[in-house]
């Protein structure tokens, strides 16, 4: 074989398969705190809301489909690859946590490009088309289980505040 020999260079294989693992399973990782997270979220900005309507939301917030996860990574790959070169690629391949680290930020600034953010719009109302969970199906349901919480509150301390009236008058002996 001579040196010219330009057959698929066996690194691109490994490479990509390396960082279709990398990131699928960090969206998996992510999907494990992502209730912890929306609560989290919920209680620095939405202070007025109960740990029990965060926890609600939390609930309620559908995971996004693993189909969409290695679609959107495959289209990463797919850039990635056209825009970089091989011996970049390798590197950021390693194993290293630096450059997991670093292909996770790569891939989070390409989901927020204006492109992907179209695309990612396009594939949500293609799954909603479908029958898959609606924003306004996950809307009302989520409205409906705040108010109960709600509610729920509002009854317990209706009836805390009507105990204490009822014992106010009562002196102990």
Not at 68 to 87: C, P, S, Y
């Amino acid at each position: 074989m001579s040196a010219e020999h330009s057959g698929p260079d066996p690194r691109e294989a490994a490479c990509r398969l390396h960082i279709n693992k990398v990131l699928y399973l960090r969206a998996l990782e992510a999907r494990k705190t992502r209730q912890d997270d929306i609560k989290d979220l919920l209680g620095a900005t939405r202070p007025d809301l109960s740990p029990e309507a965060a926890a609600c939301v939390a609930e309620t917030v559908p995971a996004l489909l693993p189909e969409l996860h290695r679609k959107w990574i495959g289209m990463f790959v797919e850039t990635l690859f056209a825009t970089a070169g091989m011996e970049q690629i390798v590197v950021l391949c390693d194993g290293s946590e630096d450059n997991n680290a670093a292909l996770a930020l790569a891939y989070v600034m390409f989901l927020e490009s204006e492109r992907m953010e179209k695309q990612m719009a396009a594939d949500l109302e293609h799954v909603e088309s479908l029958g898959g969970a609606g924003v306004a199906e996950v809307a009302a349901t989520l409205c409906a289980r705040l108010d109960g919480l709600e509610a729920e509150v509002l009854k317990e301390r209706e009836e805390k505040a009507r105990l204490y009236a009822a014992n106010k008058g009562r002196t102990v002996h």
